[in-house]
């Protein structure tokens, strides 16, 4: 059932839609007629829950209260990053950095829509996901649950996601905004410039809402400019709710996310309960806050009730969850995100029929791997690892030794030696990385531990066919290790299905497709500075590939990079036209050709540099992808839409969106480091534009 949306919801005391009327201005009657018959104390508790957090992401759906004799419904909420959290047995897909190396917003669709099925059908309406911060640097220790370090791939992703979602519950974006830290990211405060803040922090949230249509944001712990996103006014009634025009509700992070001035800033919800928001009825009956904030912040969750039908049964049940569909799912997205970094001398796909024997080596190849335990945790009922997805993808066709563990002795090194082939599976785990004060937080060292080294190292000593099965949540630097092995392939956390994803790959019954969707340095120092102890930080305009890009620093594996089992040729660059004005959109078309012997997906990448520009911008920032799949020896003519107005930069002086007067170069090929198309498009200046 897809619940978009007539508005014409059998709450009690609200009449029925009328045919003849216009749908928003229905849907508005009746959010009046409700919040005019609430009693203040009715109105105020729906601006809290009244669920105690037991654990570290809870047992039960976490419920905000709606009222009962008005037949307006509780929200029931979820985390959900990569599975419906409170849930025993719910799909673990993926995690969300895996996903965004996809670069397949349909796939993401696919994933948002199945965890709204499965949070609908244990009677939950919102989903507490996806989180699409910018990943500033990969020493945060949640990038595992973001998509990325570009705004454009985080918009991308996050925009499909939440339309998936939202088929059956409400979504919810967060963290709102510039929430990049663990360690201190409770008290910190991060200064950004007005340019930064709109062109590298903000899109993301601007597109979830606008494209997305999201119902809901969830602000970040963090500081902004010296005001807690909580209460911060400028980013919540001054840009959200003001300038985005967004008709939805903020909710705050858990427990600590609350400020003495966060209703009247513009925060509507405090959760999980009551603690800040319980004087909220006497400072209105002592005239200290205005009754009208509270019938803003109820008004926005009664209206988004009514317009997604939150009052209906649900209508899907408990058959959906784990079902064969979205394992499908989970697995398709883990291959689909996994990127093969490096495959020397064809090492890759493993040929079964010509082996006899392969080790499987390390701790992690039986380890059910899948992301970290904080809020973004999942408990799915089985867990399929790389080893068993291996042996059930062989079966009995050849000899598997398994190695499991991590410091190897002299028997081991001789079955390592004997062996075809070796397959290495390590990488990071939630020891290394996660959520702050409930997980392990921020990873400063980007090196794999010493022995997990010594690992790959004595490996590849032993045997020159080794290849290794890399997981984790973020970058990881690799020194000289990388040259001793013949085949890379990043599989991140890969989700319950990631062993089945893992064997697929290695032995050809999968072609990889995905690309980095952050860059992998050579060391911490090709990358801004990470402070995670002081609590004043600054966020300038460049990081990721634009830093490495300003800098002239030549990362390990640049953003967008990832190999394939066959080769590519794009040809042909042409353009709808060469001069634009605001409001135009230019079509960008190249010709792709799989030159190889496999059918295979590649992904077409377009950035755009700013040559004479009047302020600092990018070397080169990406604008737009597709994701084309093709037989051996098949072609196919791909077209990228680029709207003019996403040119624009944001003027300080003006307070406004501005087109420059310039010859763009539009630059086409497969990463932010192979481009070898390229054209130029003359665009008129004109301010302001508007982006949305």
């Known amino acids: 059932m897809k619940l978009r949306r007539l508005y014409c919801v059998p709450f009690a005391l609200v009449l029925g839609c009328s045919s003849s009327g216009t749908v928003g201005s229905d849907l508005e009657r009746q959010v009046e007629e409700l919040v005019a018959q609430m009693t203040l104390d009715e109105k105020v508790a729906q601006m809290s829950g009244d669920t105690v957090i037991s654990g570290p992401y809870g047992d039960e759906l976490w419920s905000v209260p709606g009222v009962e004799r008005l037949g307006v419904p509780p929200l029931k909420m979820s985390d959900g990053p990569r599975g419906i959290g409170v849930l025993e047995g719910a799909t673990a897909f993926p995690v969300a950095m895996a996903r965004g190396a996809s670069w397949n917003a349909e796939v993401e669709r696919q994933v948002g829509e199945a965890m709204g099925r499965e949070l609908r059908a244990i009677g939950g309406n919102v989903l507490l996901a996806p989180t699409i911060n910018n990943l500033r640097h990969p020493s945060w220790g949640r990038s595992q649950e973001t998509y990325g370090e570009d705004v454009h791939l985080l918009s991308r992703m996050g925009v499909a996601f939440v339309q998936g979602a939202q088929q059956y519950v409400l979504a919810n974006p967060k963290h709102y905004a510039a929430n990049s830290i663990e360690d201190t990211r409770f008290n910190v405060n991060v200064t950004v410039d007005p340019r930064t803040l709109r062109e590298i922090y903000l899109p993301q949230f601007r597109a979830a809402v606008h494209e997305g249509r999201a119902a809901s944001v969830m602000s970040a712990y963090n500081s902004v400019n010296g005001q807690f996103c909580g209460e911060n006014e400028a980013l919540l009634r001054g840009i959200l709710k003001g300038e985005w025009q967004f008709d939805g509700f903020v909710l705050s992070d858990f427990t600590f996310g609350t400020k003495p001035d966060s209703a ?64 499908e799912i989970a697995q398709q997205a883990a291959i689909e995100g996994s990127v093969l970094l490096k495959n020397a001398s064809g090492a890759l796909p493993l040929d079964a029929a010509s082996l006899v024997r392969i080790a499987v080596v390390g701790s992690l190849a039986d380890t059910a791997n899948i992301g970290d335990t904080g809020s973004s945790s999942v408990q799915p009922a089985f867990v399929v690892t790389p080893l068993q997805g291996i042996e059930e993808a062989v079966g009995d066709s050849l000899l598997i030794d398994h190695i499991a563990k991590d410091v190897l002795d002299g028997d081991d090194l001789a079955a390592i030696e004997a062996a075809d082939a070796v397959i290495v599976v390590t990488g990071l785990t939630a020891e290394d990385e996660g959520e702050g004060l409930i997980g392990a937080g921020d990873r400063l060292d980007l090196d794999l531990s010493p022995e997990r080294e010594s690992l790959i190292r004595d490996a590849a000593a032993a045997n020159p066919r080794t290849i290794v099965v890399l997981e984790g949540g973020g970058a990881i630097t690799m020194g000289d290790w990388l040259s001793e092995v013949e085949a890379l392939l990043m599989v991140w956390y890969p989700g319950q299905m990631g062993g089945h994803a893992v064997a697929d790959l290695l032995f050809g019954a999968a072609n990889p497709s995905g690309k980095l969707p952050i860059t992998f340095p050579t060391g911490l120092d090709q990358l801004p500075p990470f402070d995670n102890v002081t609590l004043e930080v600054v966020y300038d305009y460049f990081h990721g590939y634009r830093y490495l890009d300003r800098n002239g620093a030549t990362p390990e594996f640049p953003f967008g990079f990832g190999l394939s089992y066959t080769t590519f040729s794009i040809e042909n660059l042409q353009a709808s036209q060469t001069a634009a004005v605001a409001g135009d959109v230019v079509r960008f078309s190249v010709d792709v050709t799989n030159t190889g012997s496999a059918a295979g997906a590649q992904v077409v990448q377009l950035y755009v540099t700013y040559p004479g520009s009047a302020v600092e911008r990018s070397e080169r920032e990406l604008k737009g992808f597709v994701k084309v799949t093709l037989g051996a020896g098949e072609s196919q003519t791909v077209e990228i839409a680029l709207p003019v107005n996403q040119l624009a930069y944001y003027d300080v002086a003006s307070s406004a969106w501005a087109l420059e007067a310039l ?25 302001p534009v508007s982006l949305y």
Do not use: C
């Open 663 to 687: 010859e763009h170069a539009i630059h086409v090929g497969t990463s932010s480091r192979d481009l070898p198309l390229s054209t130029s498009l003359a665009v008129a200046a004109q301010a």
């Open 264 to 327: 009247r800033n513009g925060l509507d919800l405090e959760m999980p309960v009551e603690f800040v928001f319980r004087d909220l009825a006497e400072q209105v009956s002592s005239g200290t806050l205005p009754e009208a904030v509270i019938d803003d912040a109820v008004r926005r969750m009664v209206r988004k009730k009514l317009e997604y039908e939150l009052e209906a049964p649900s209508p899907v049940d408990e058959s959906v969850i784990a079902s064969a569909a979205h394992l």
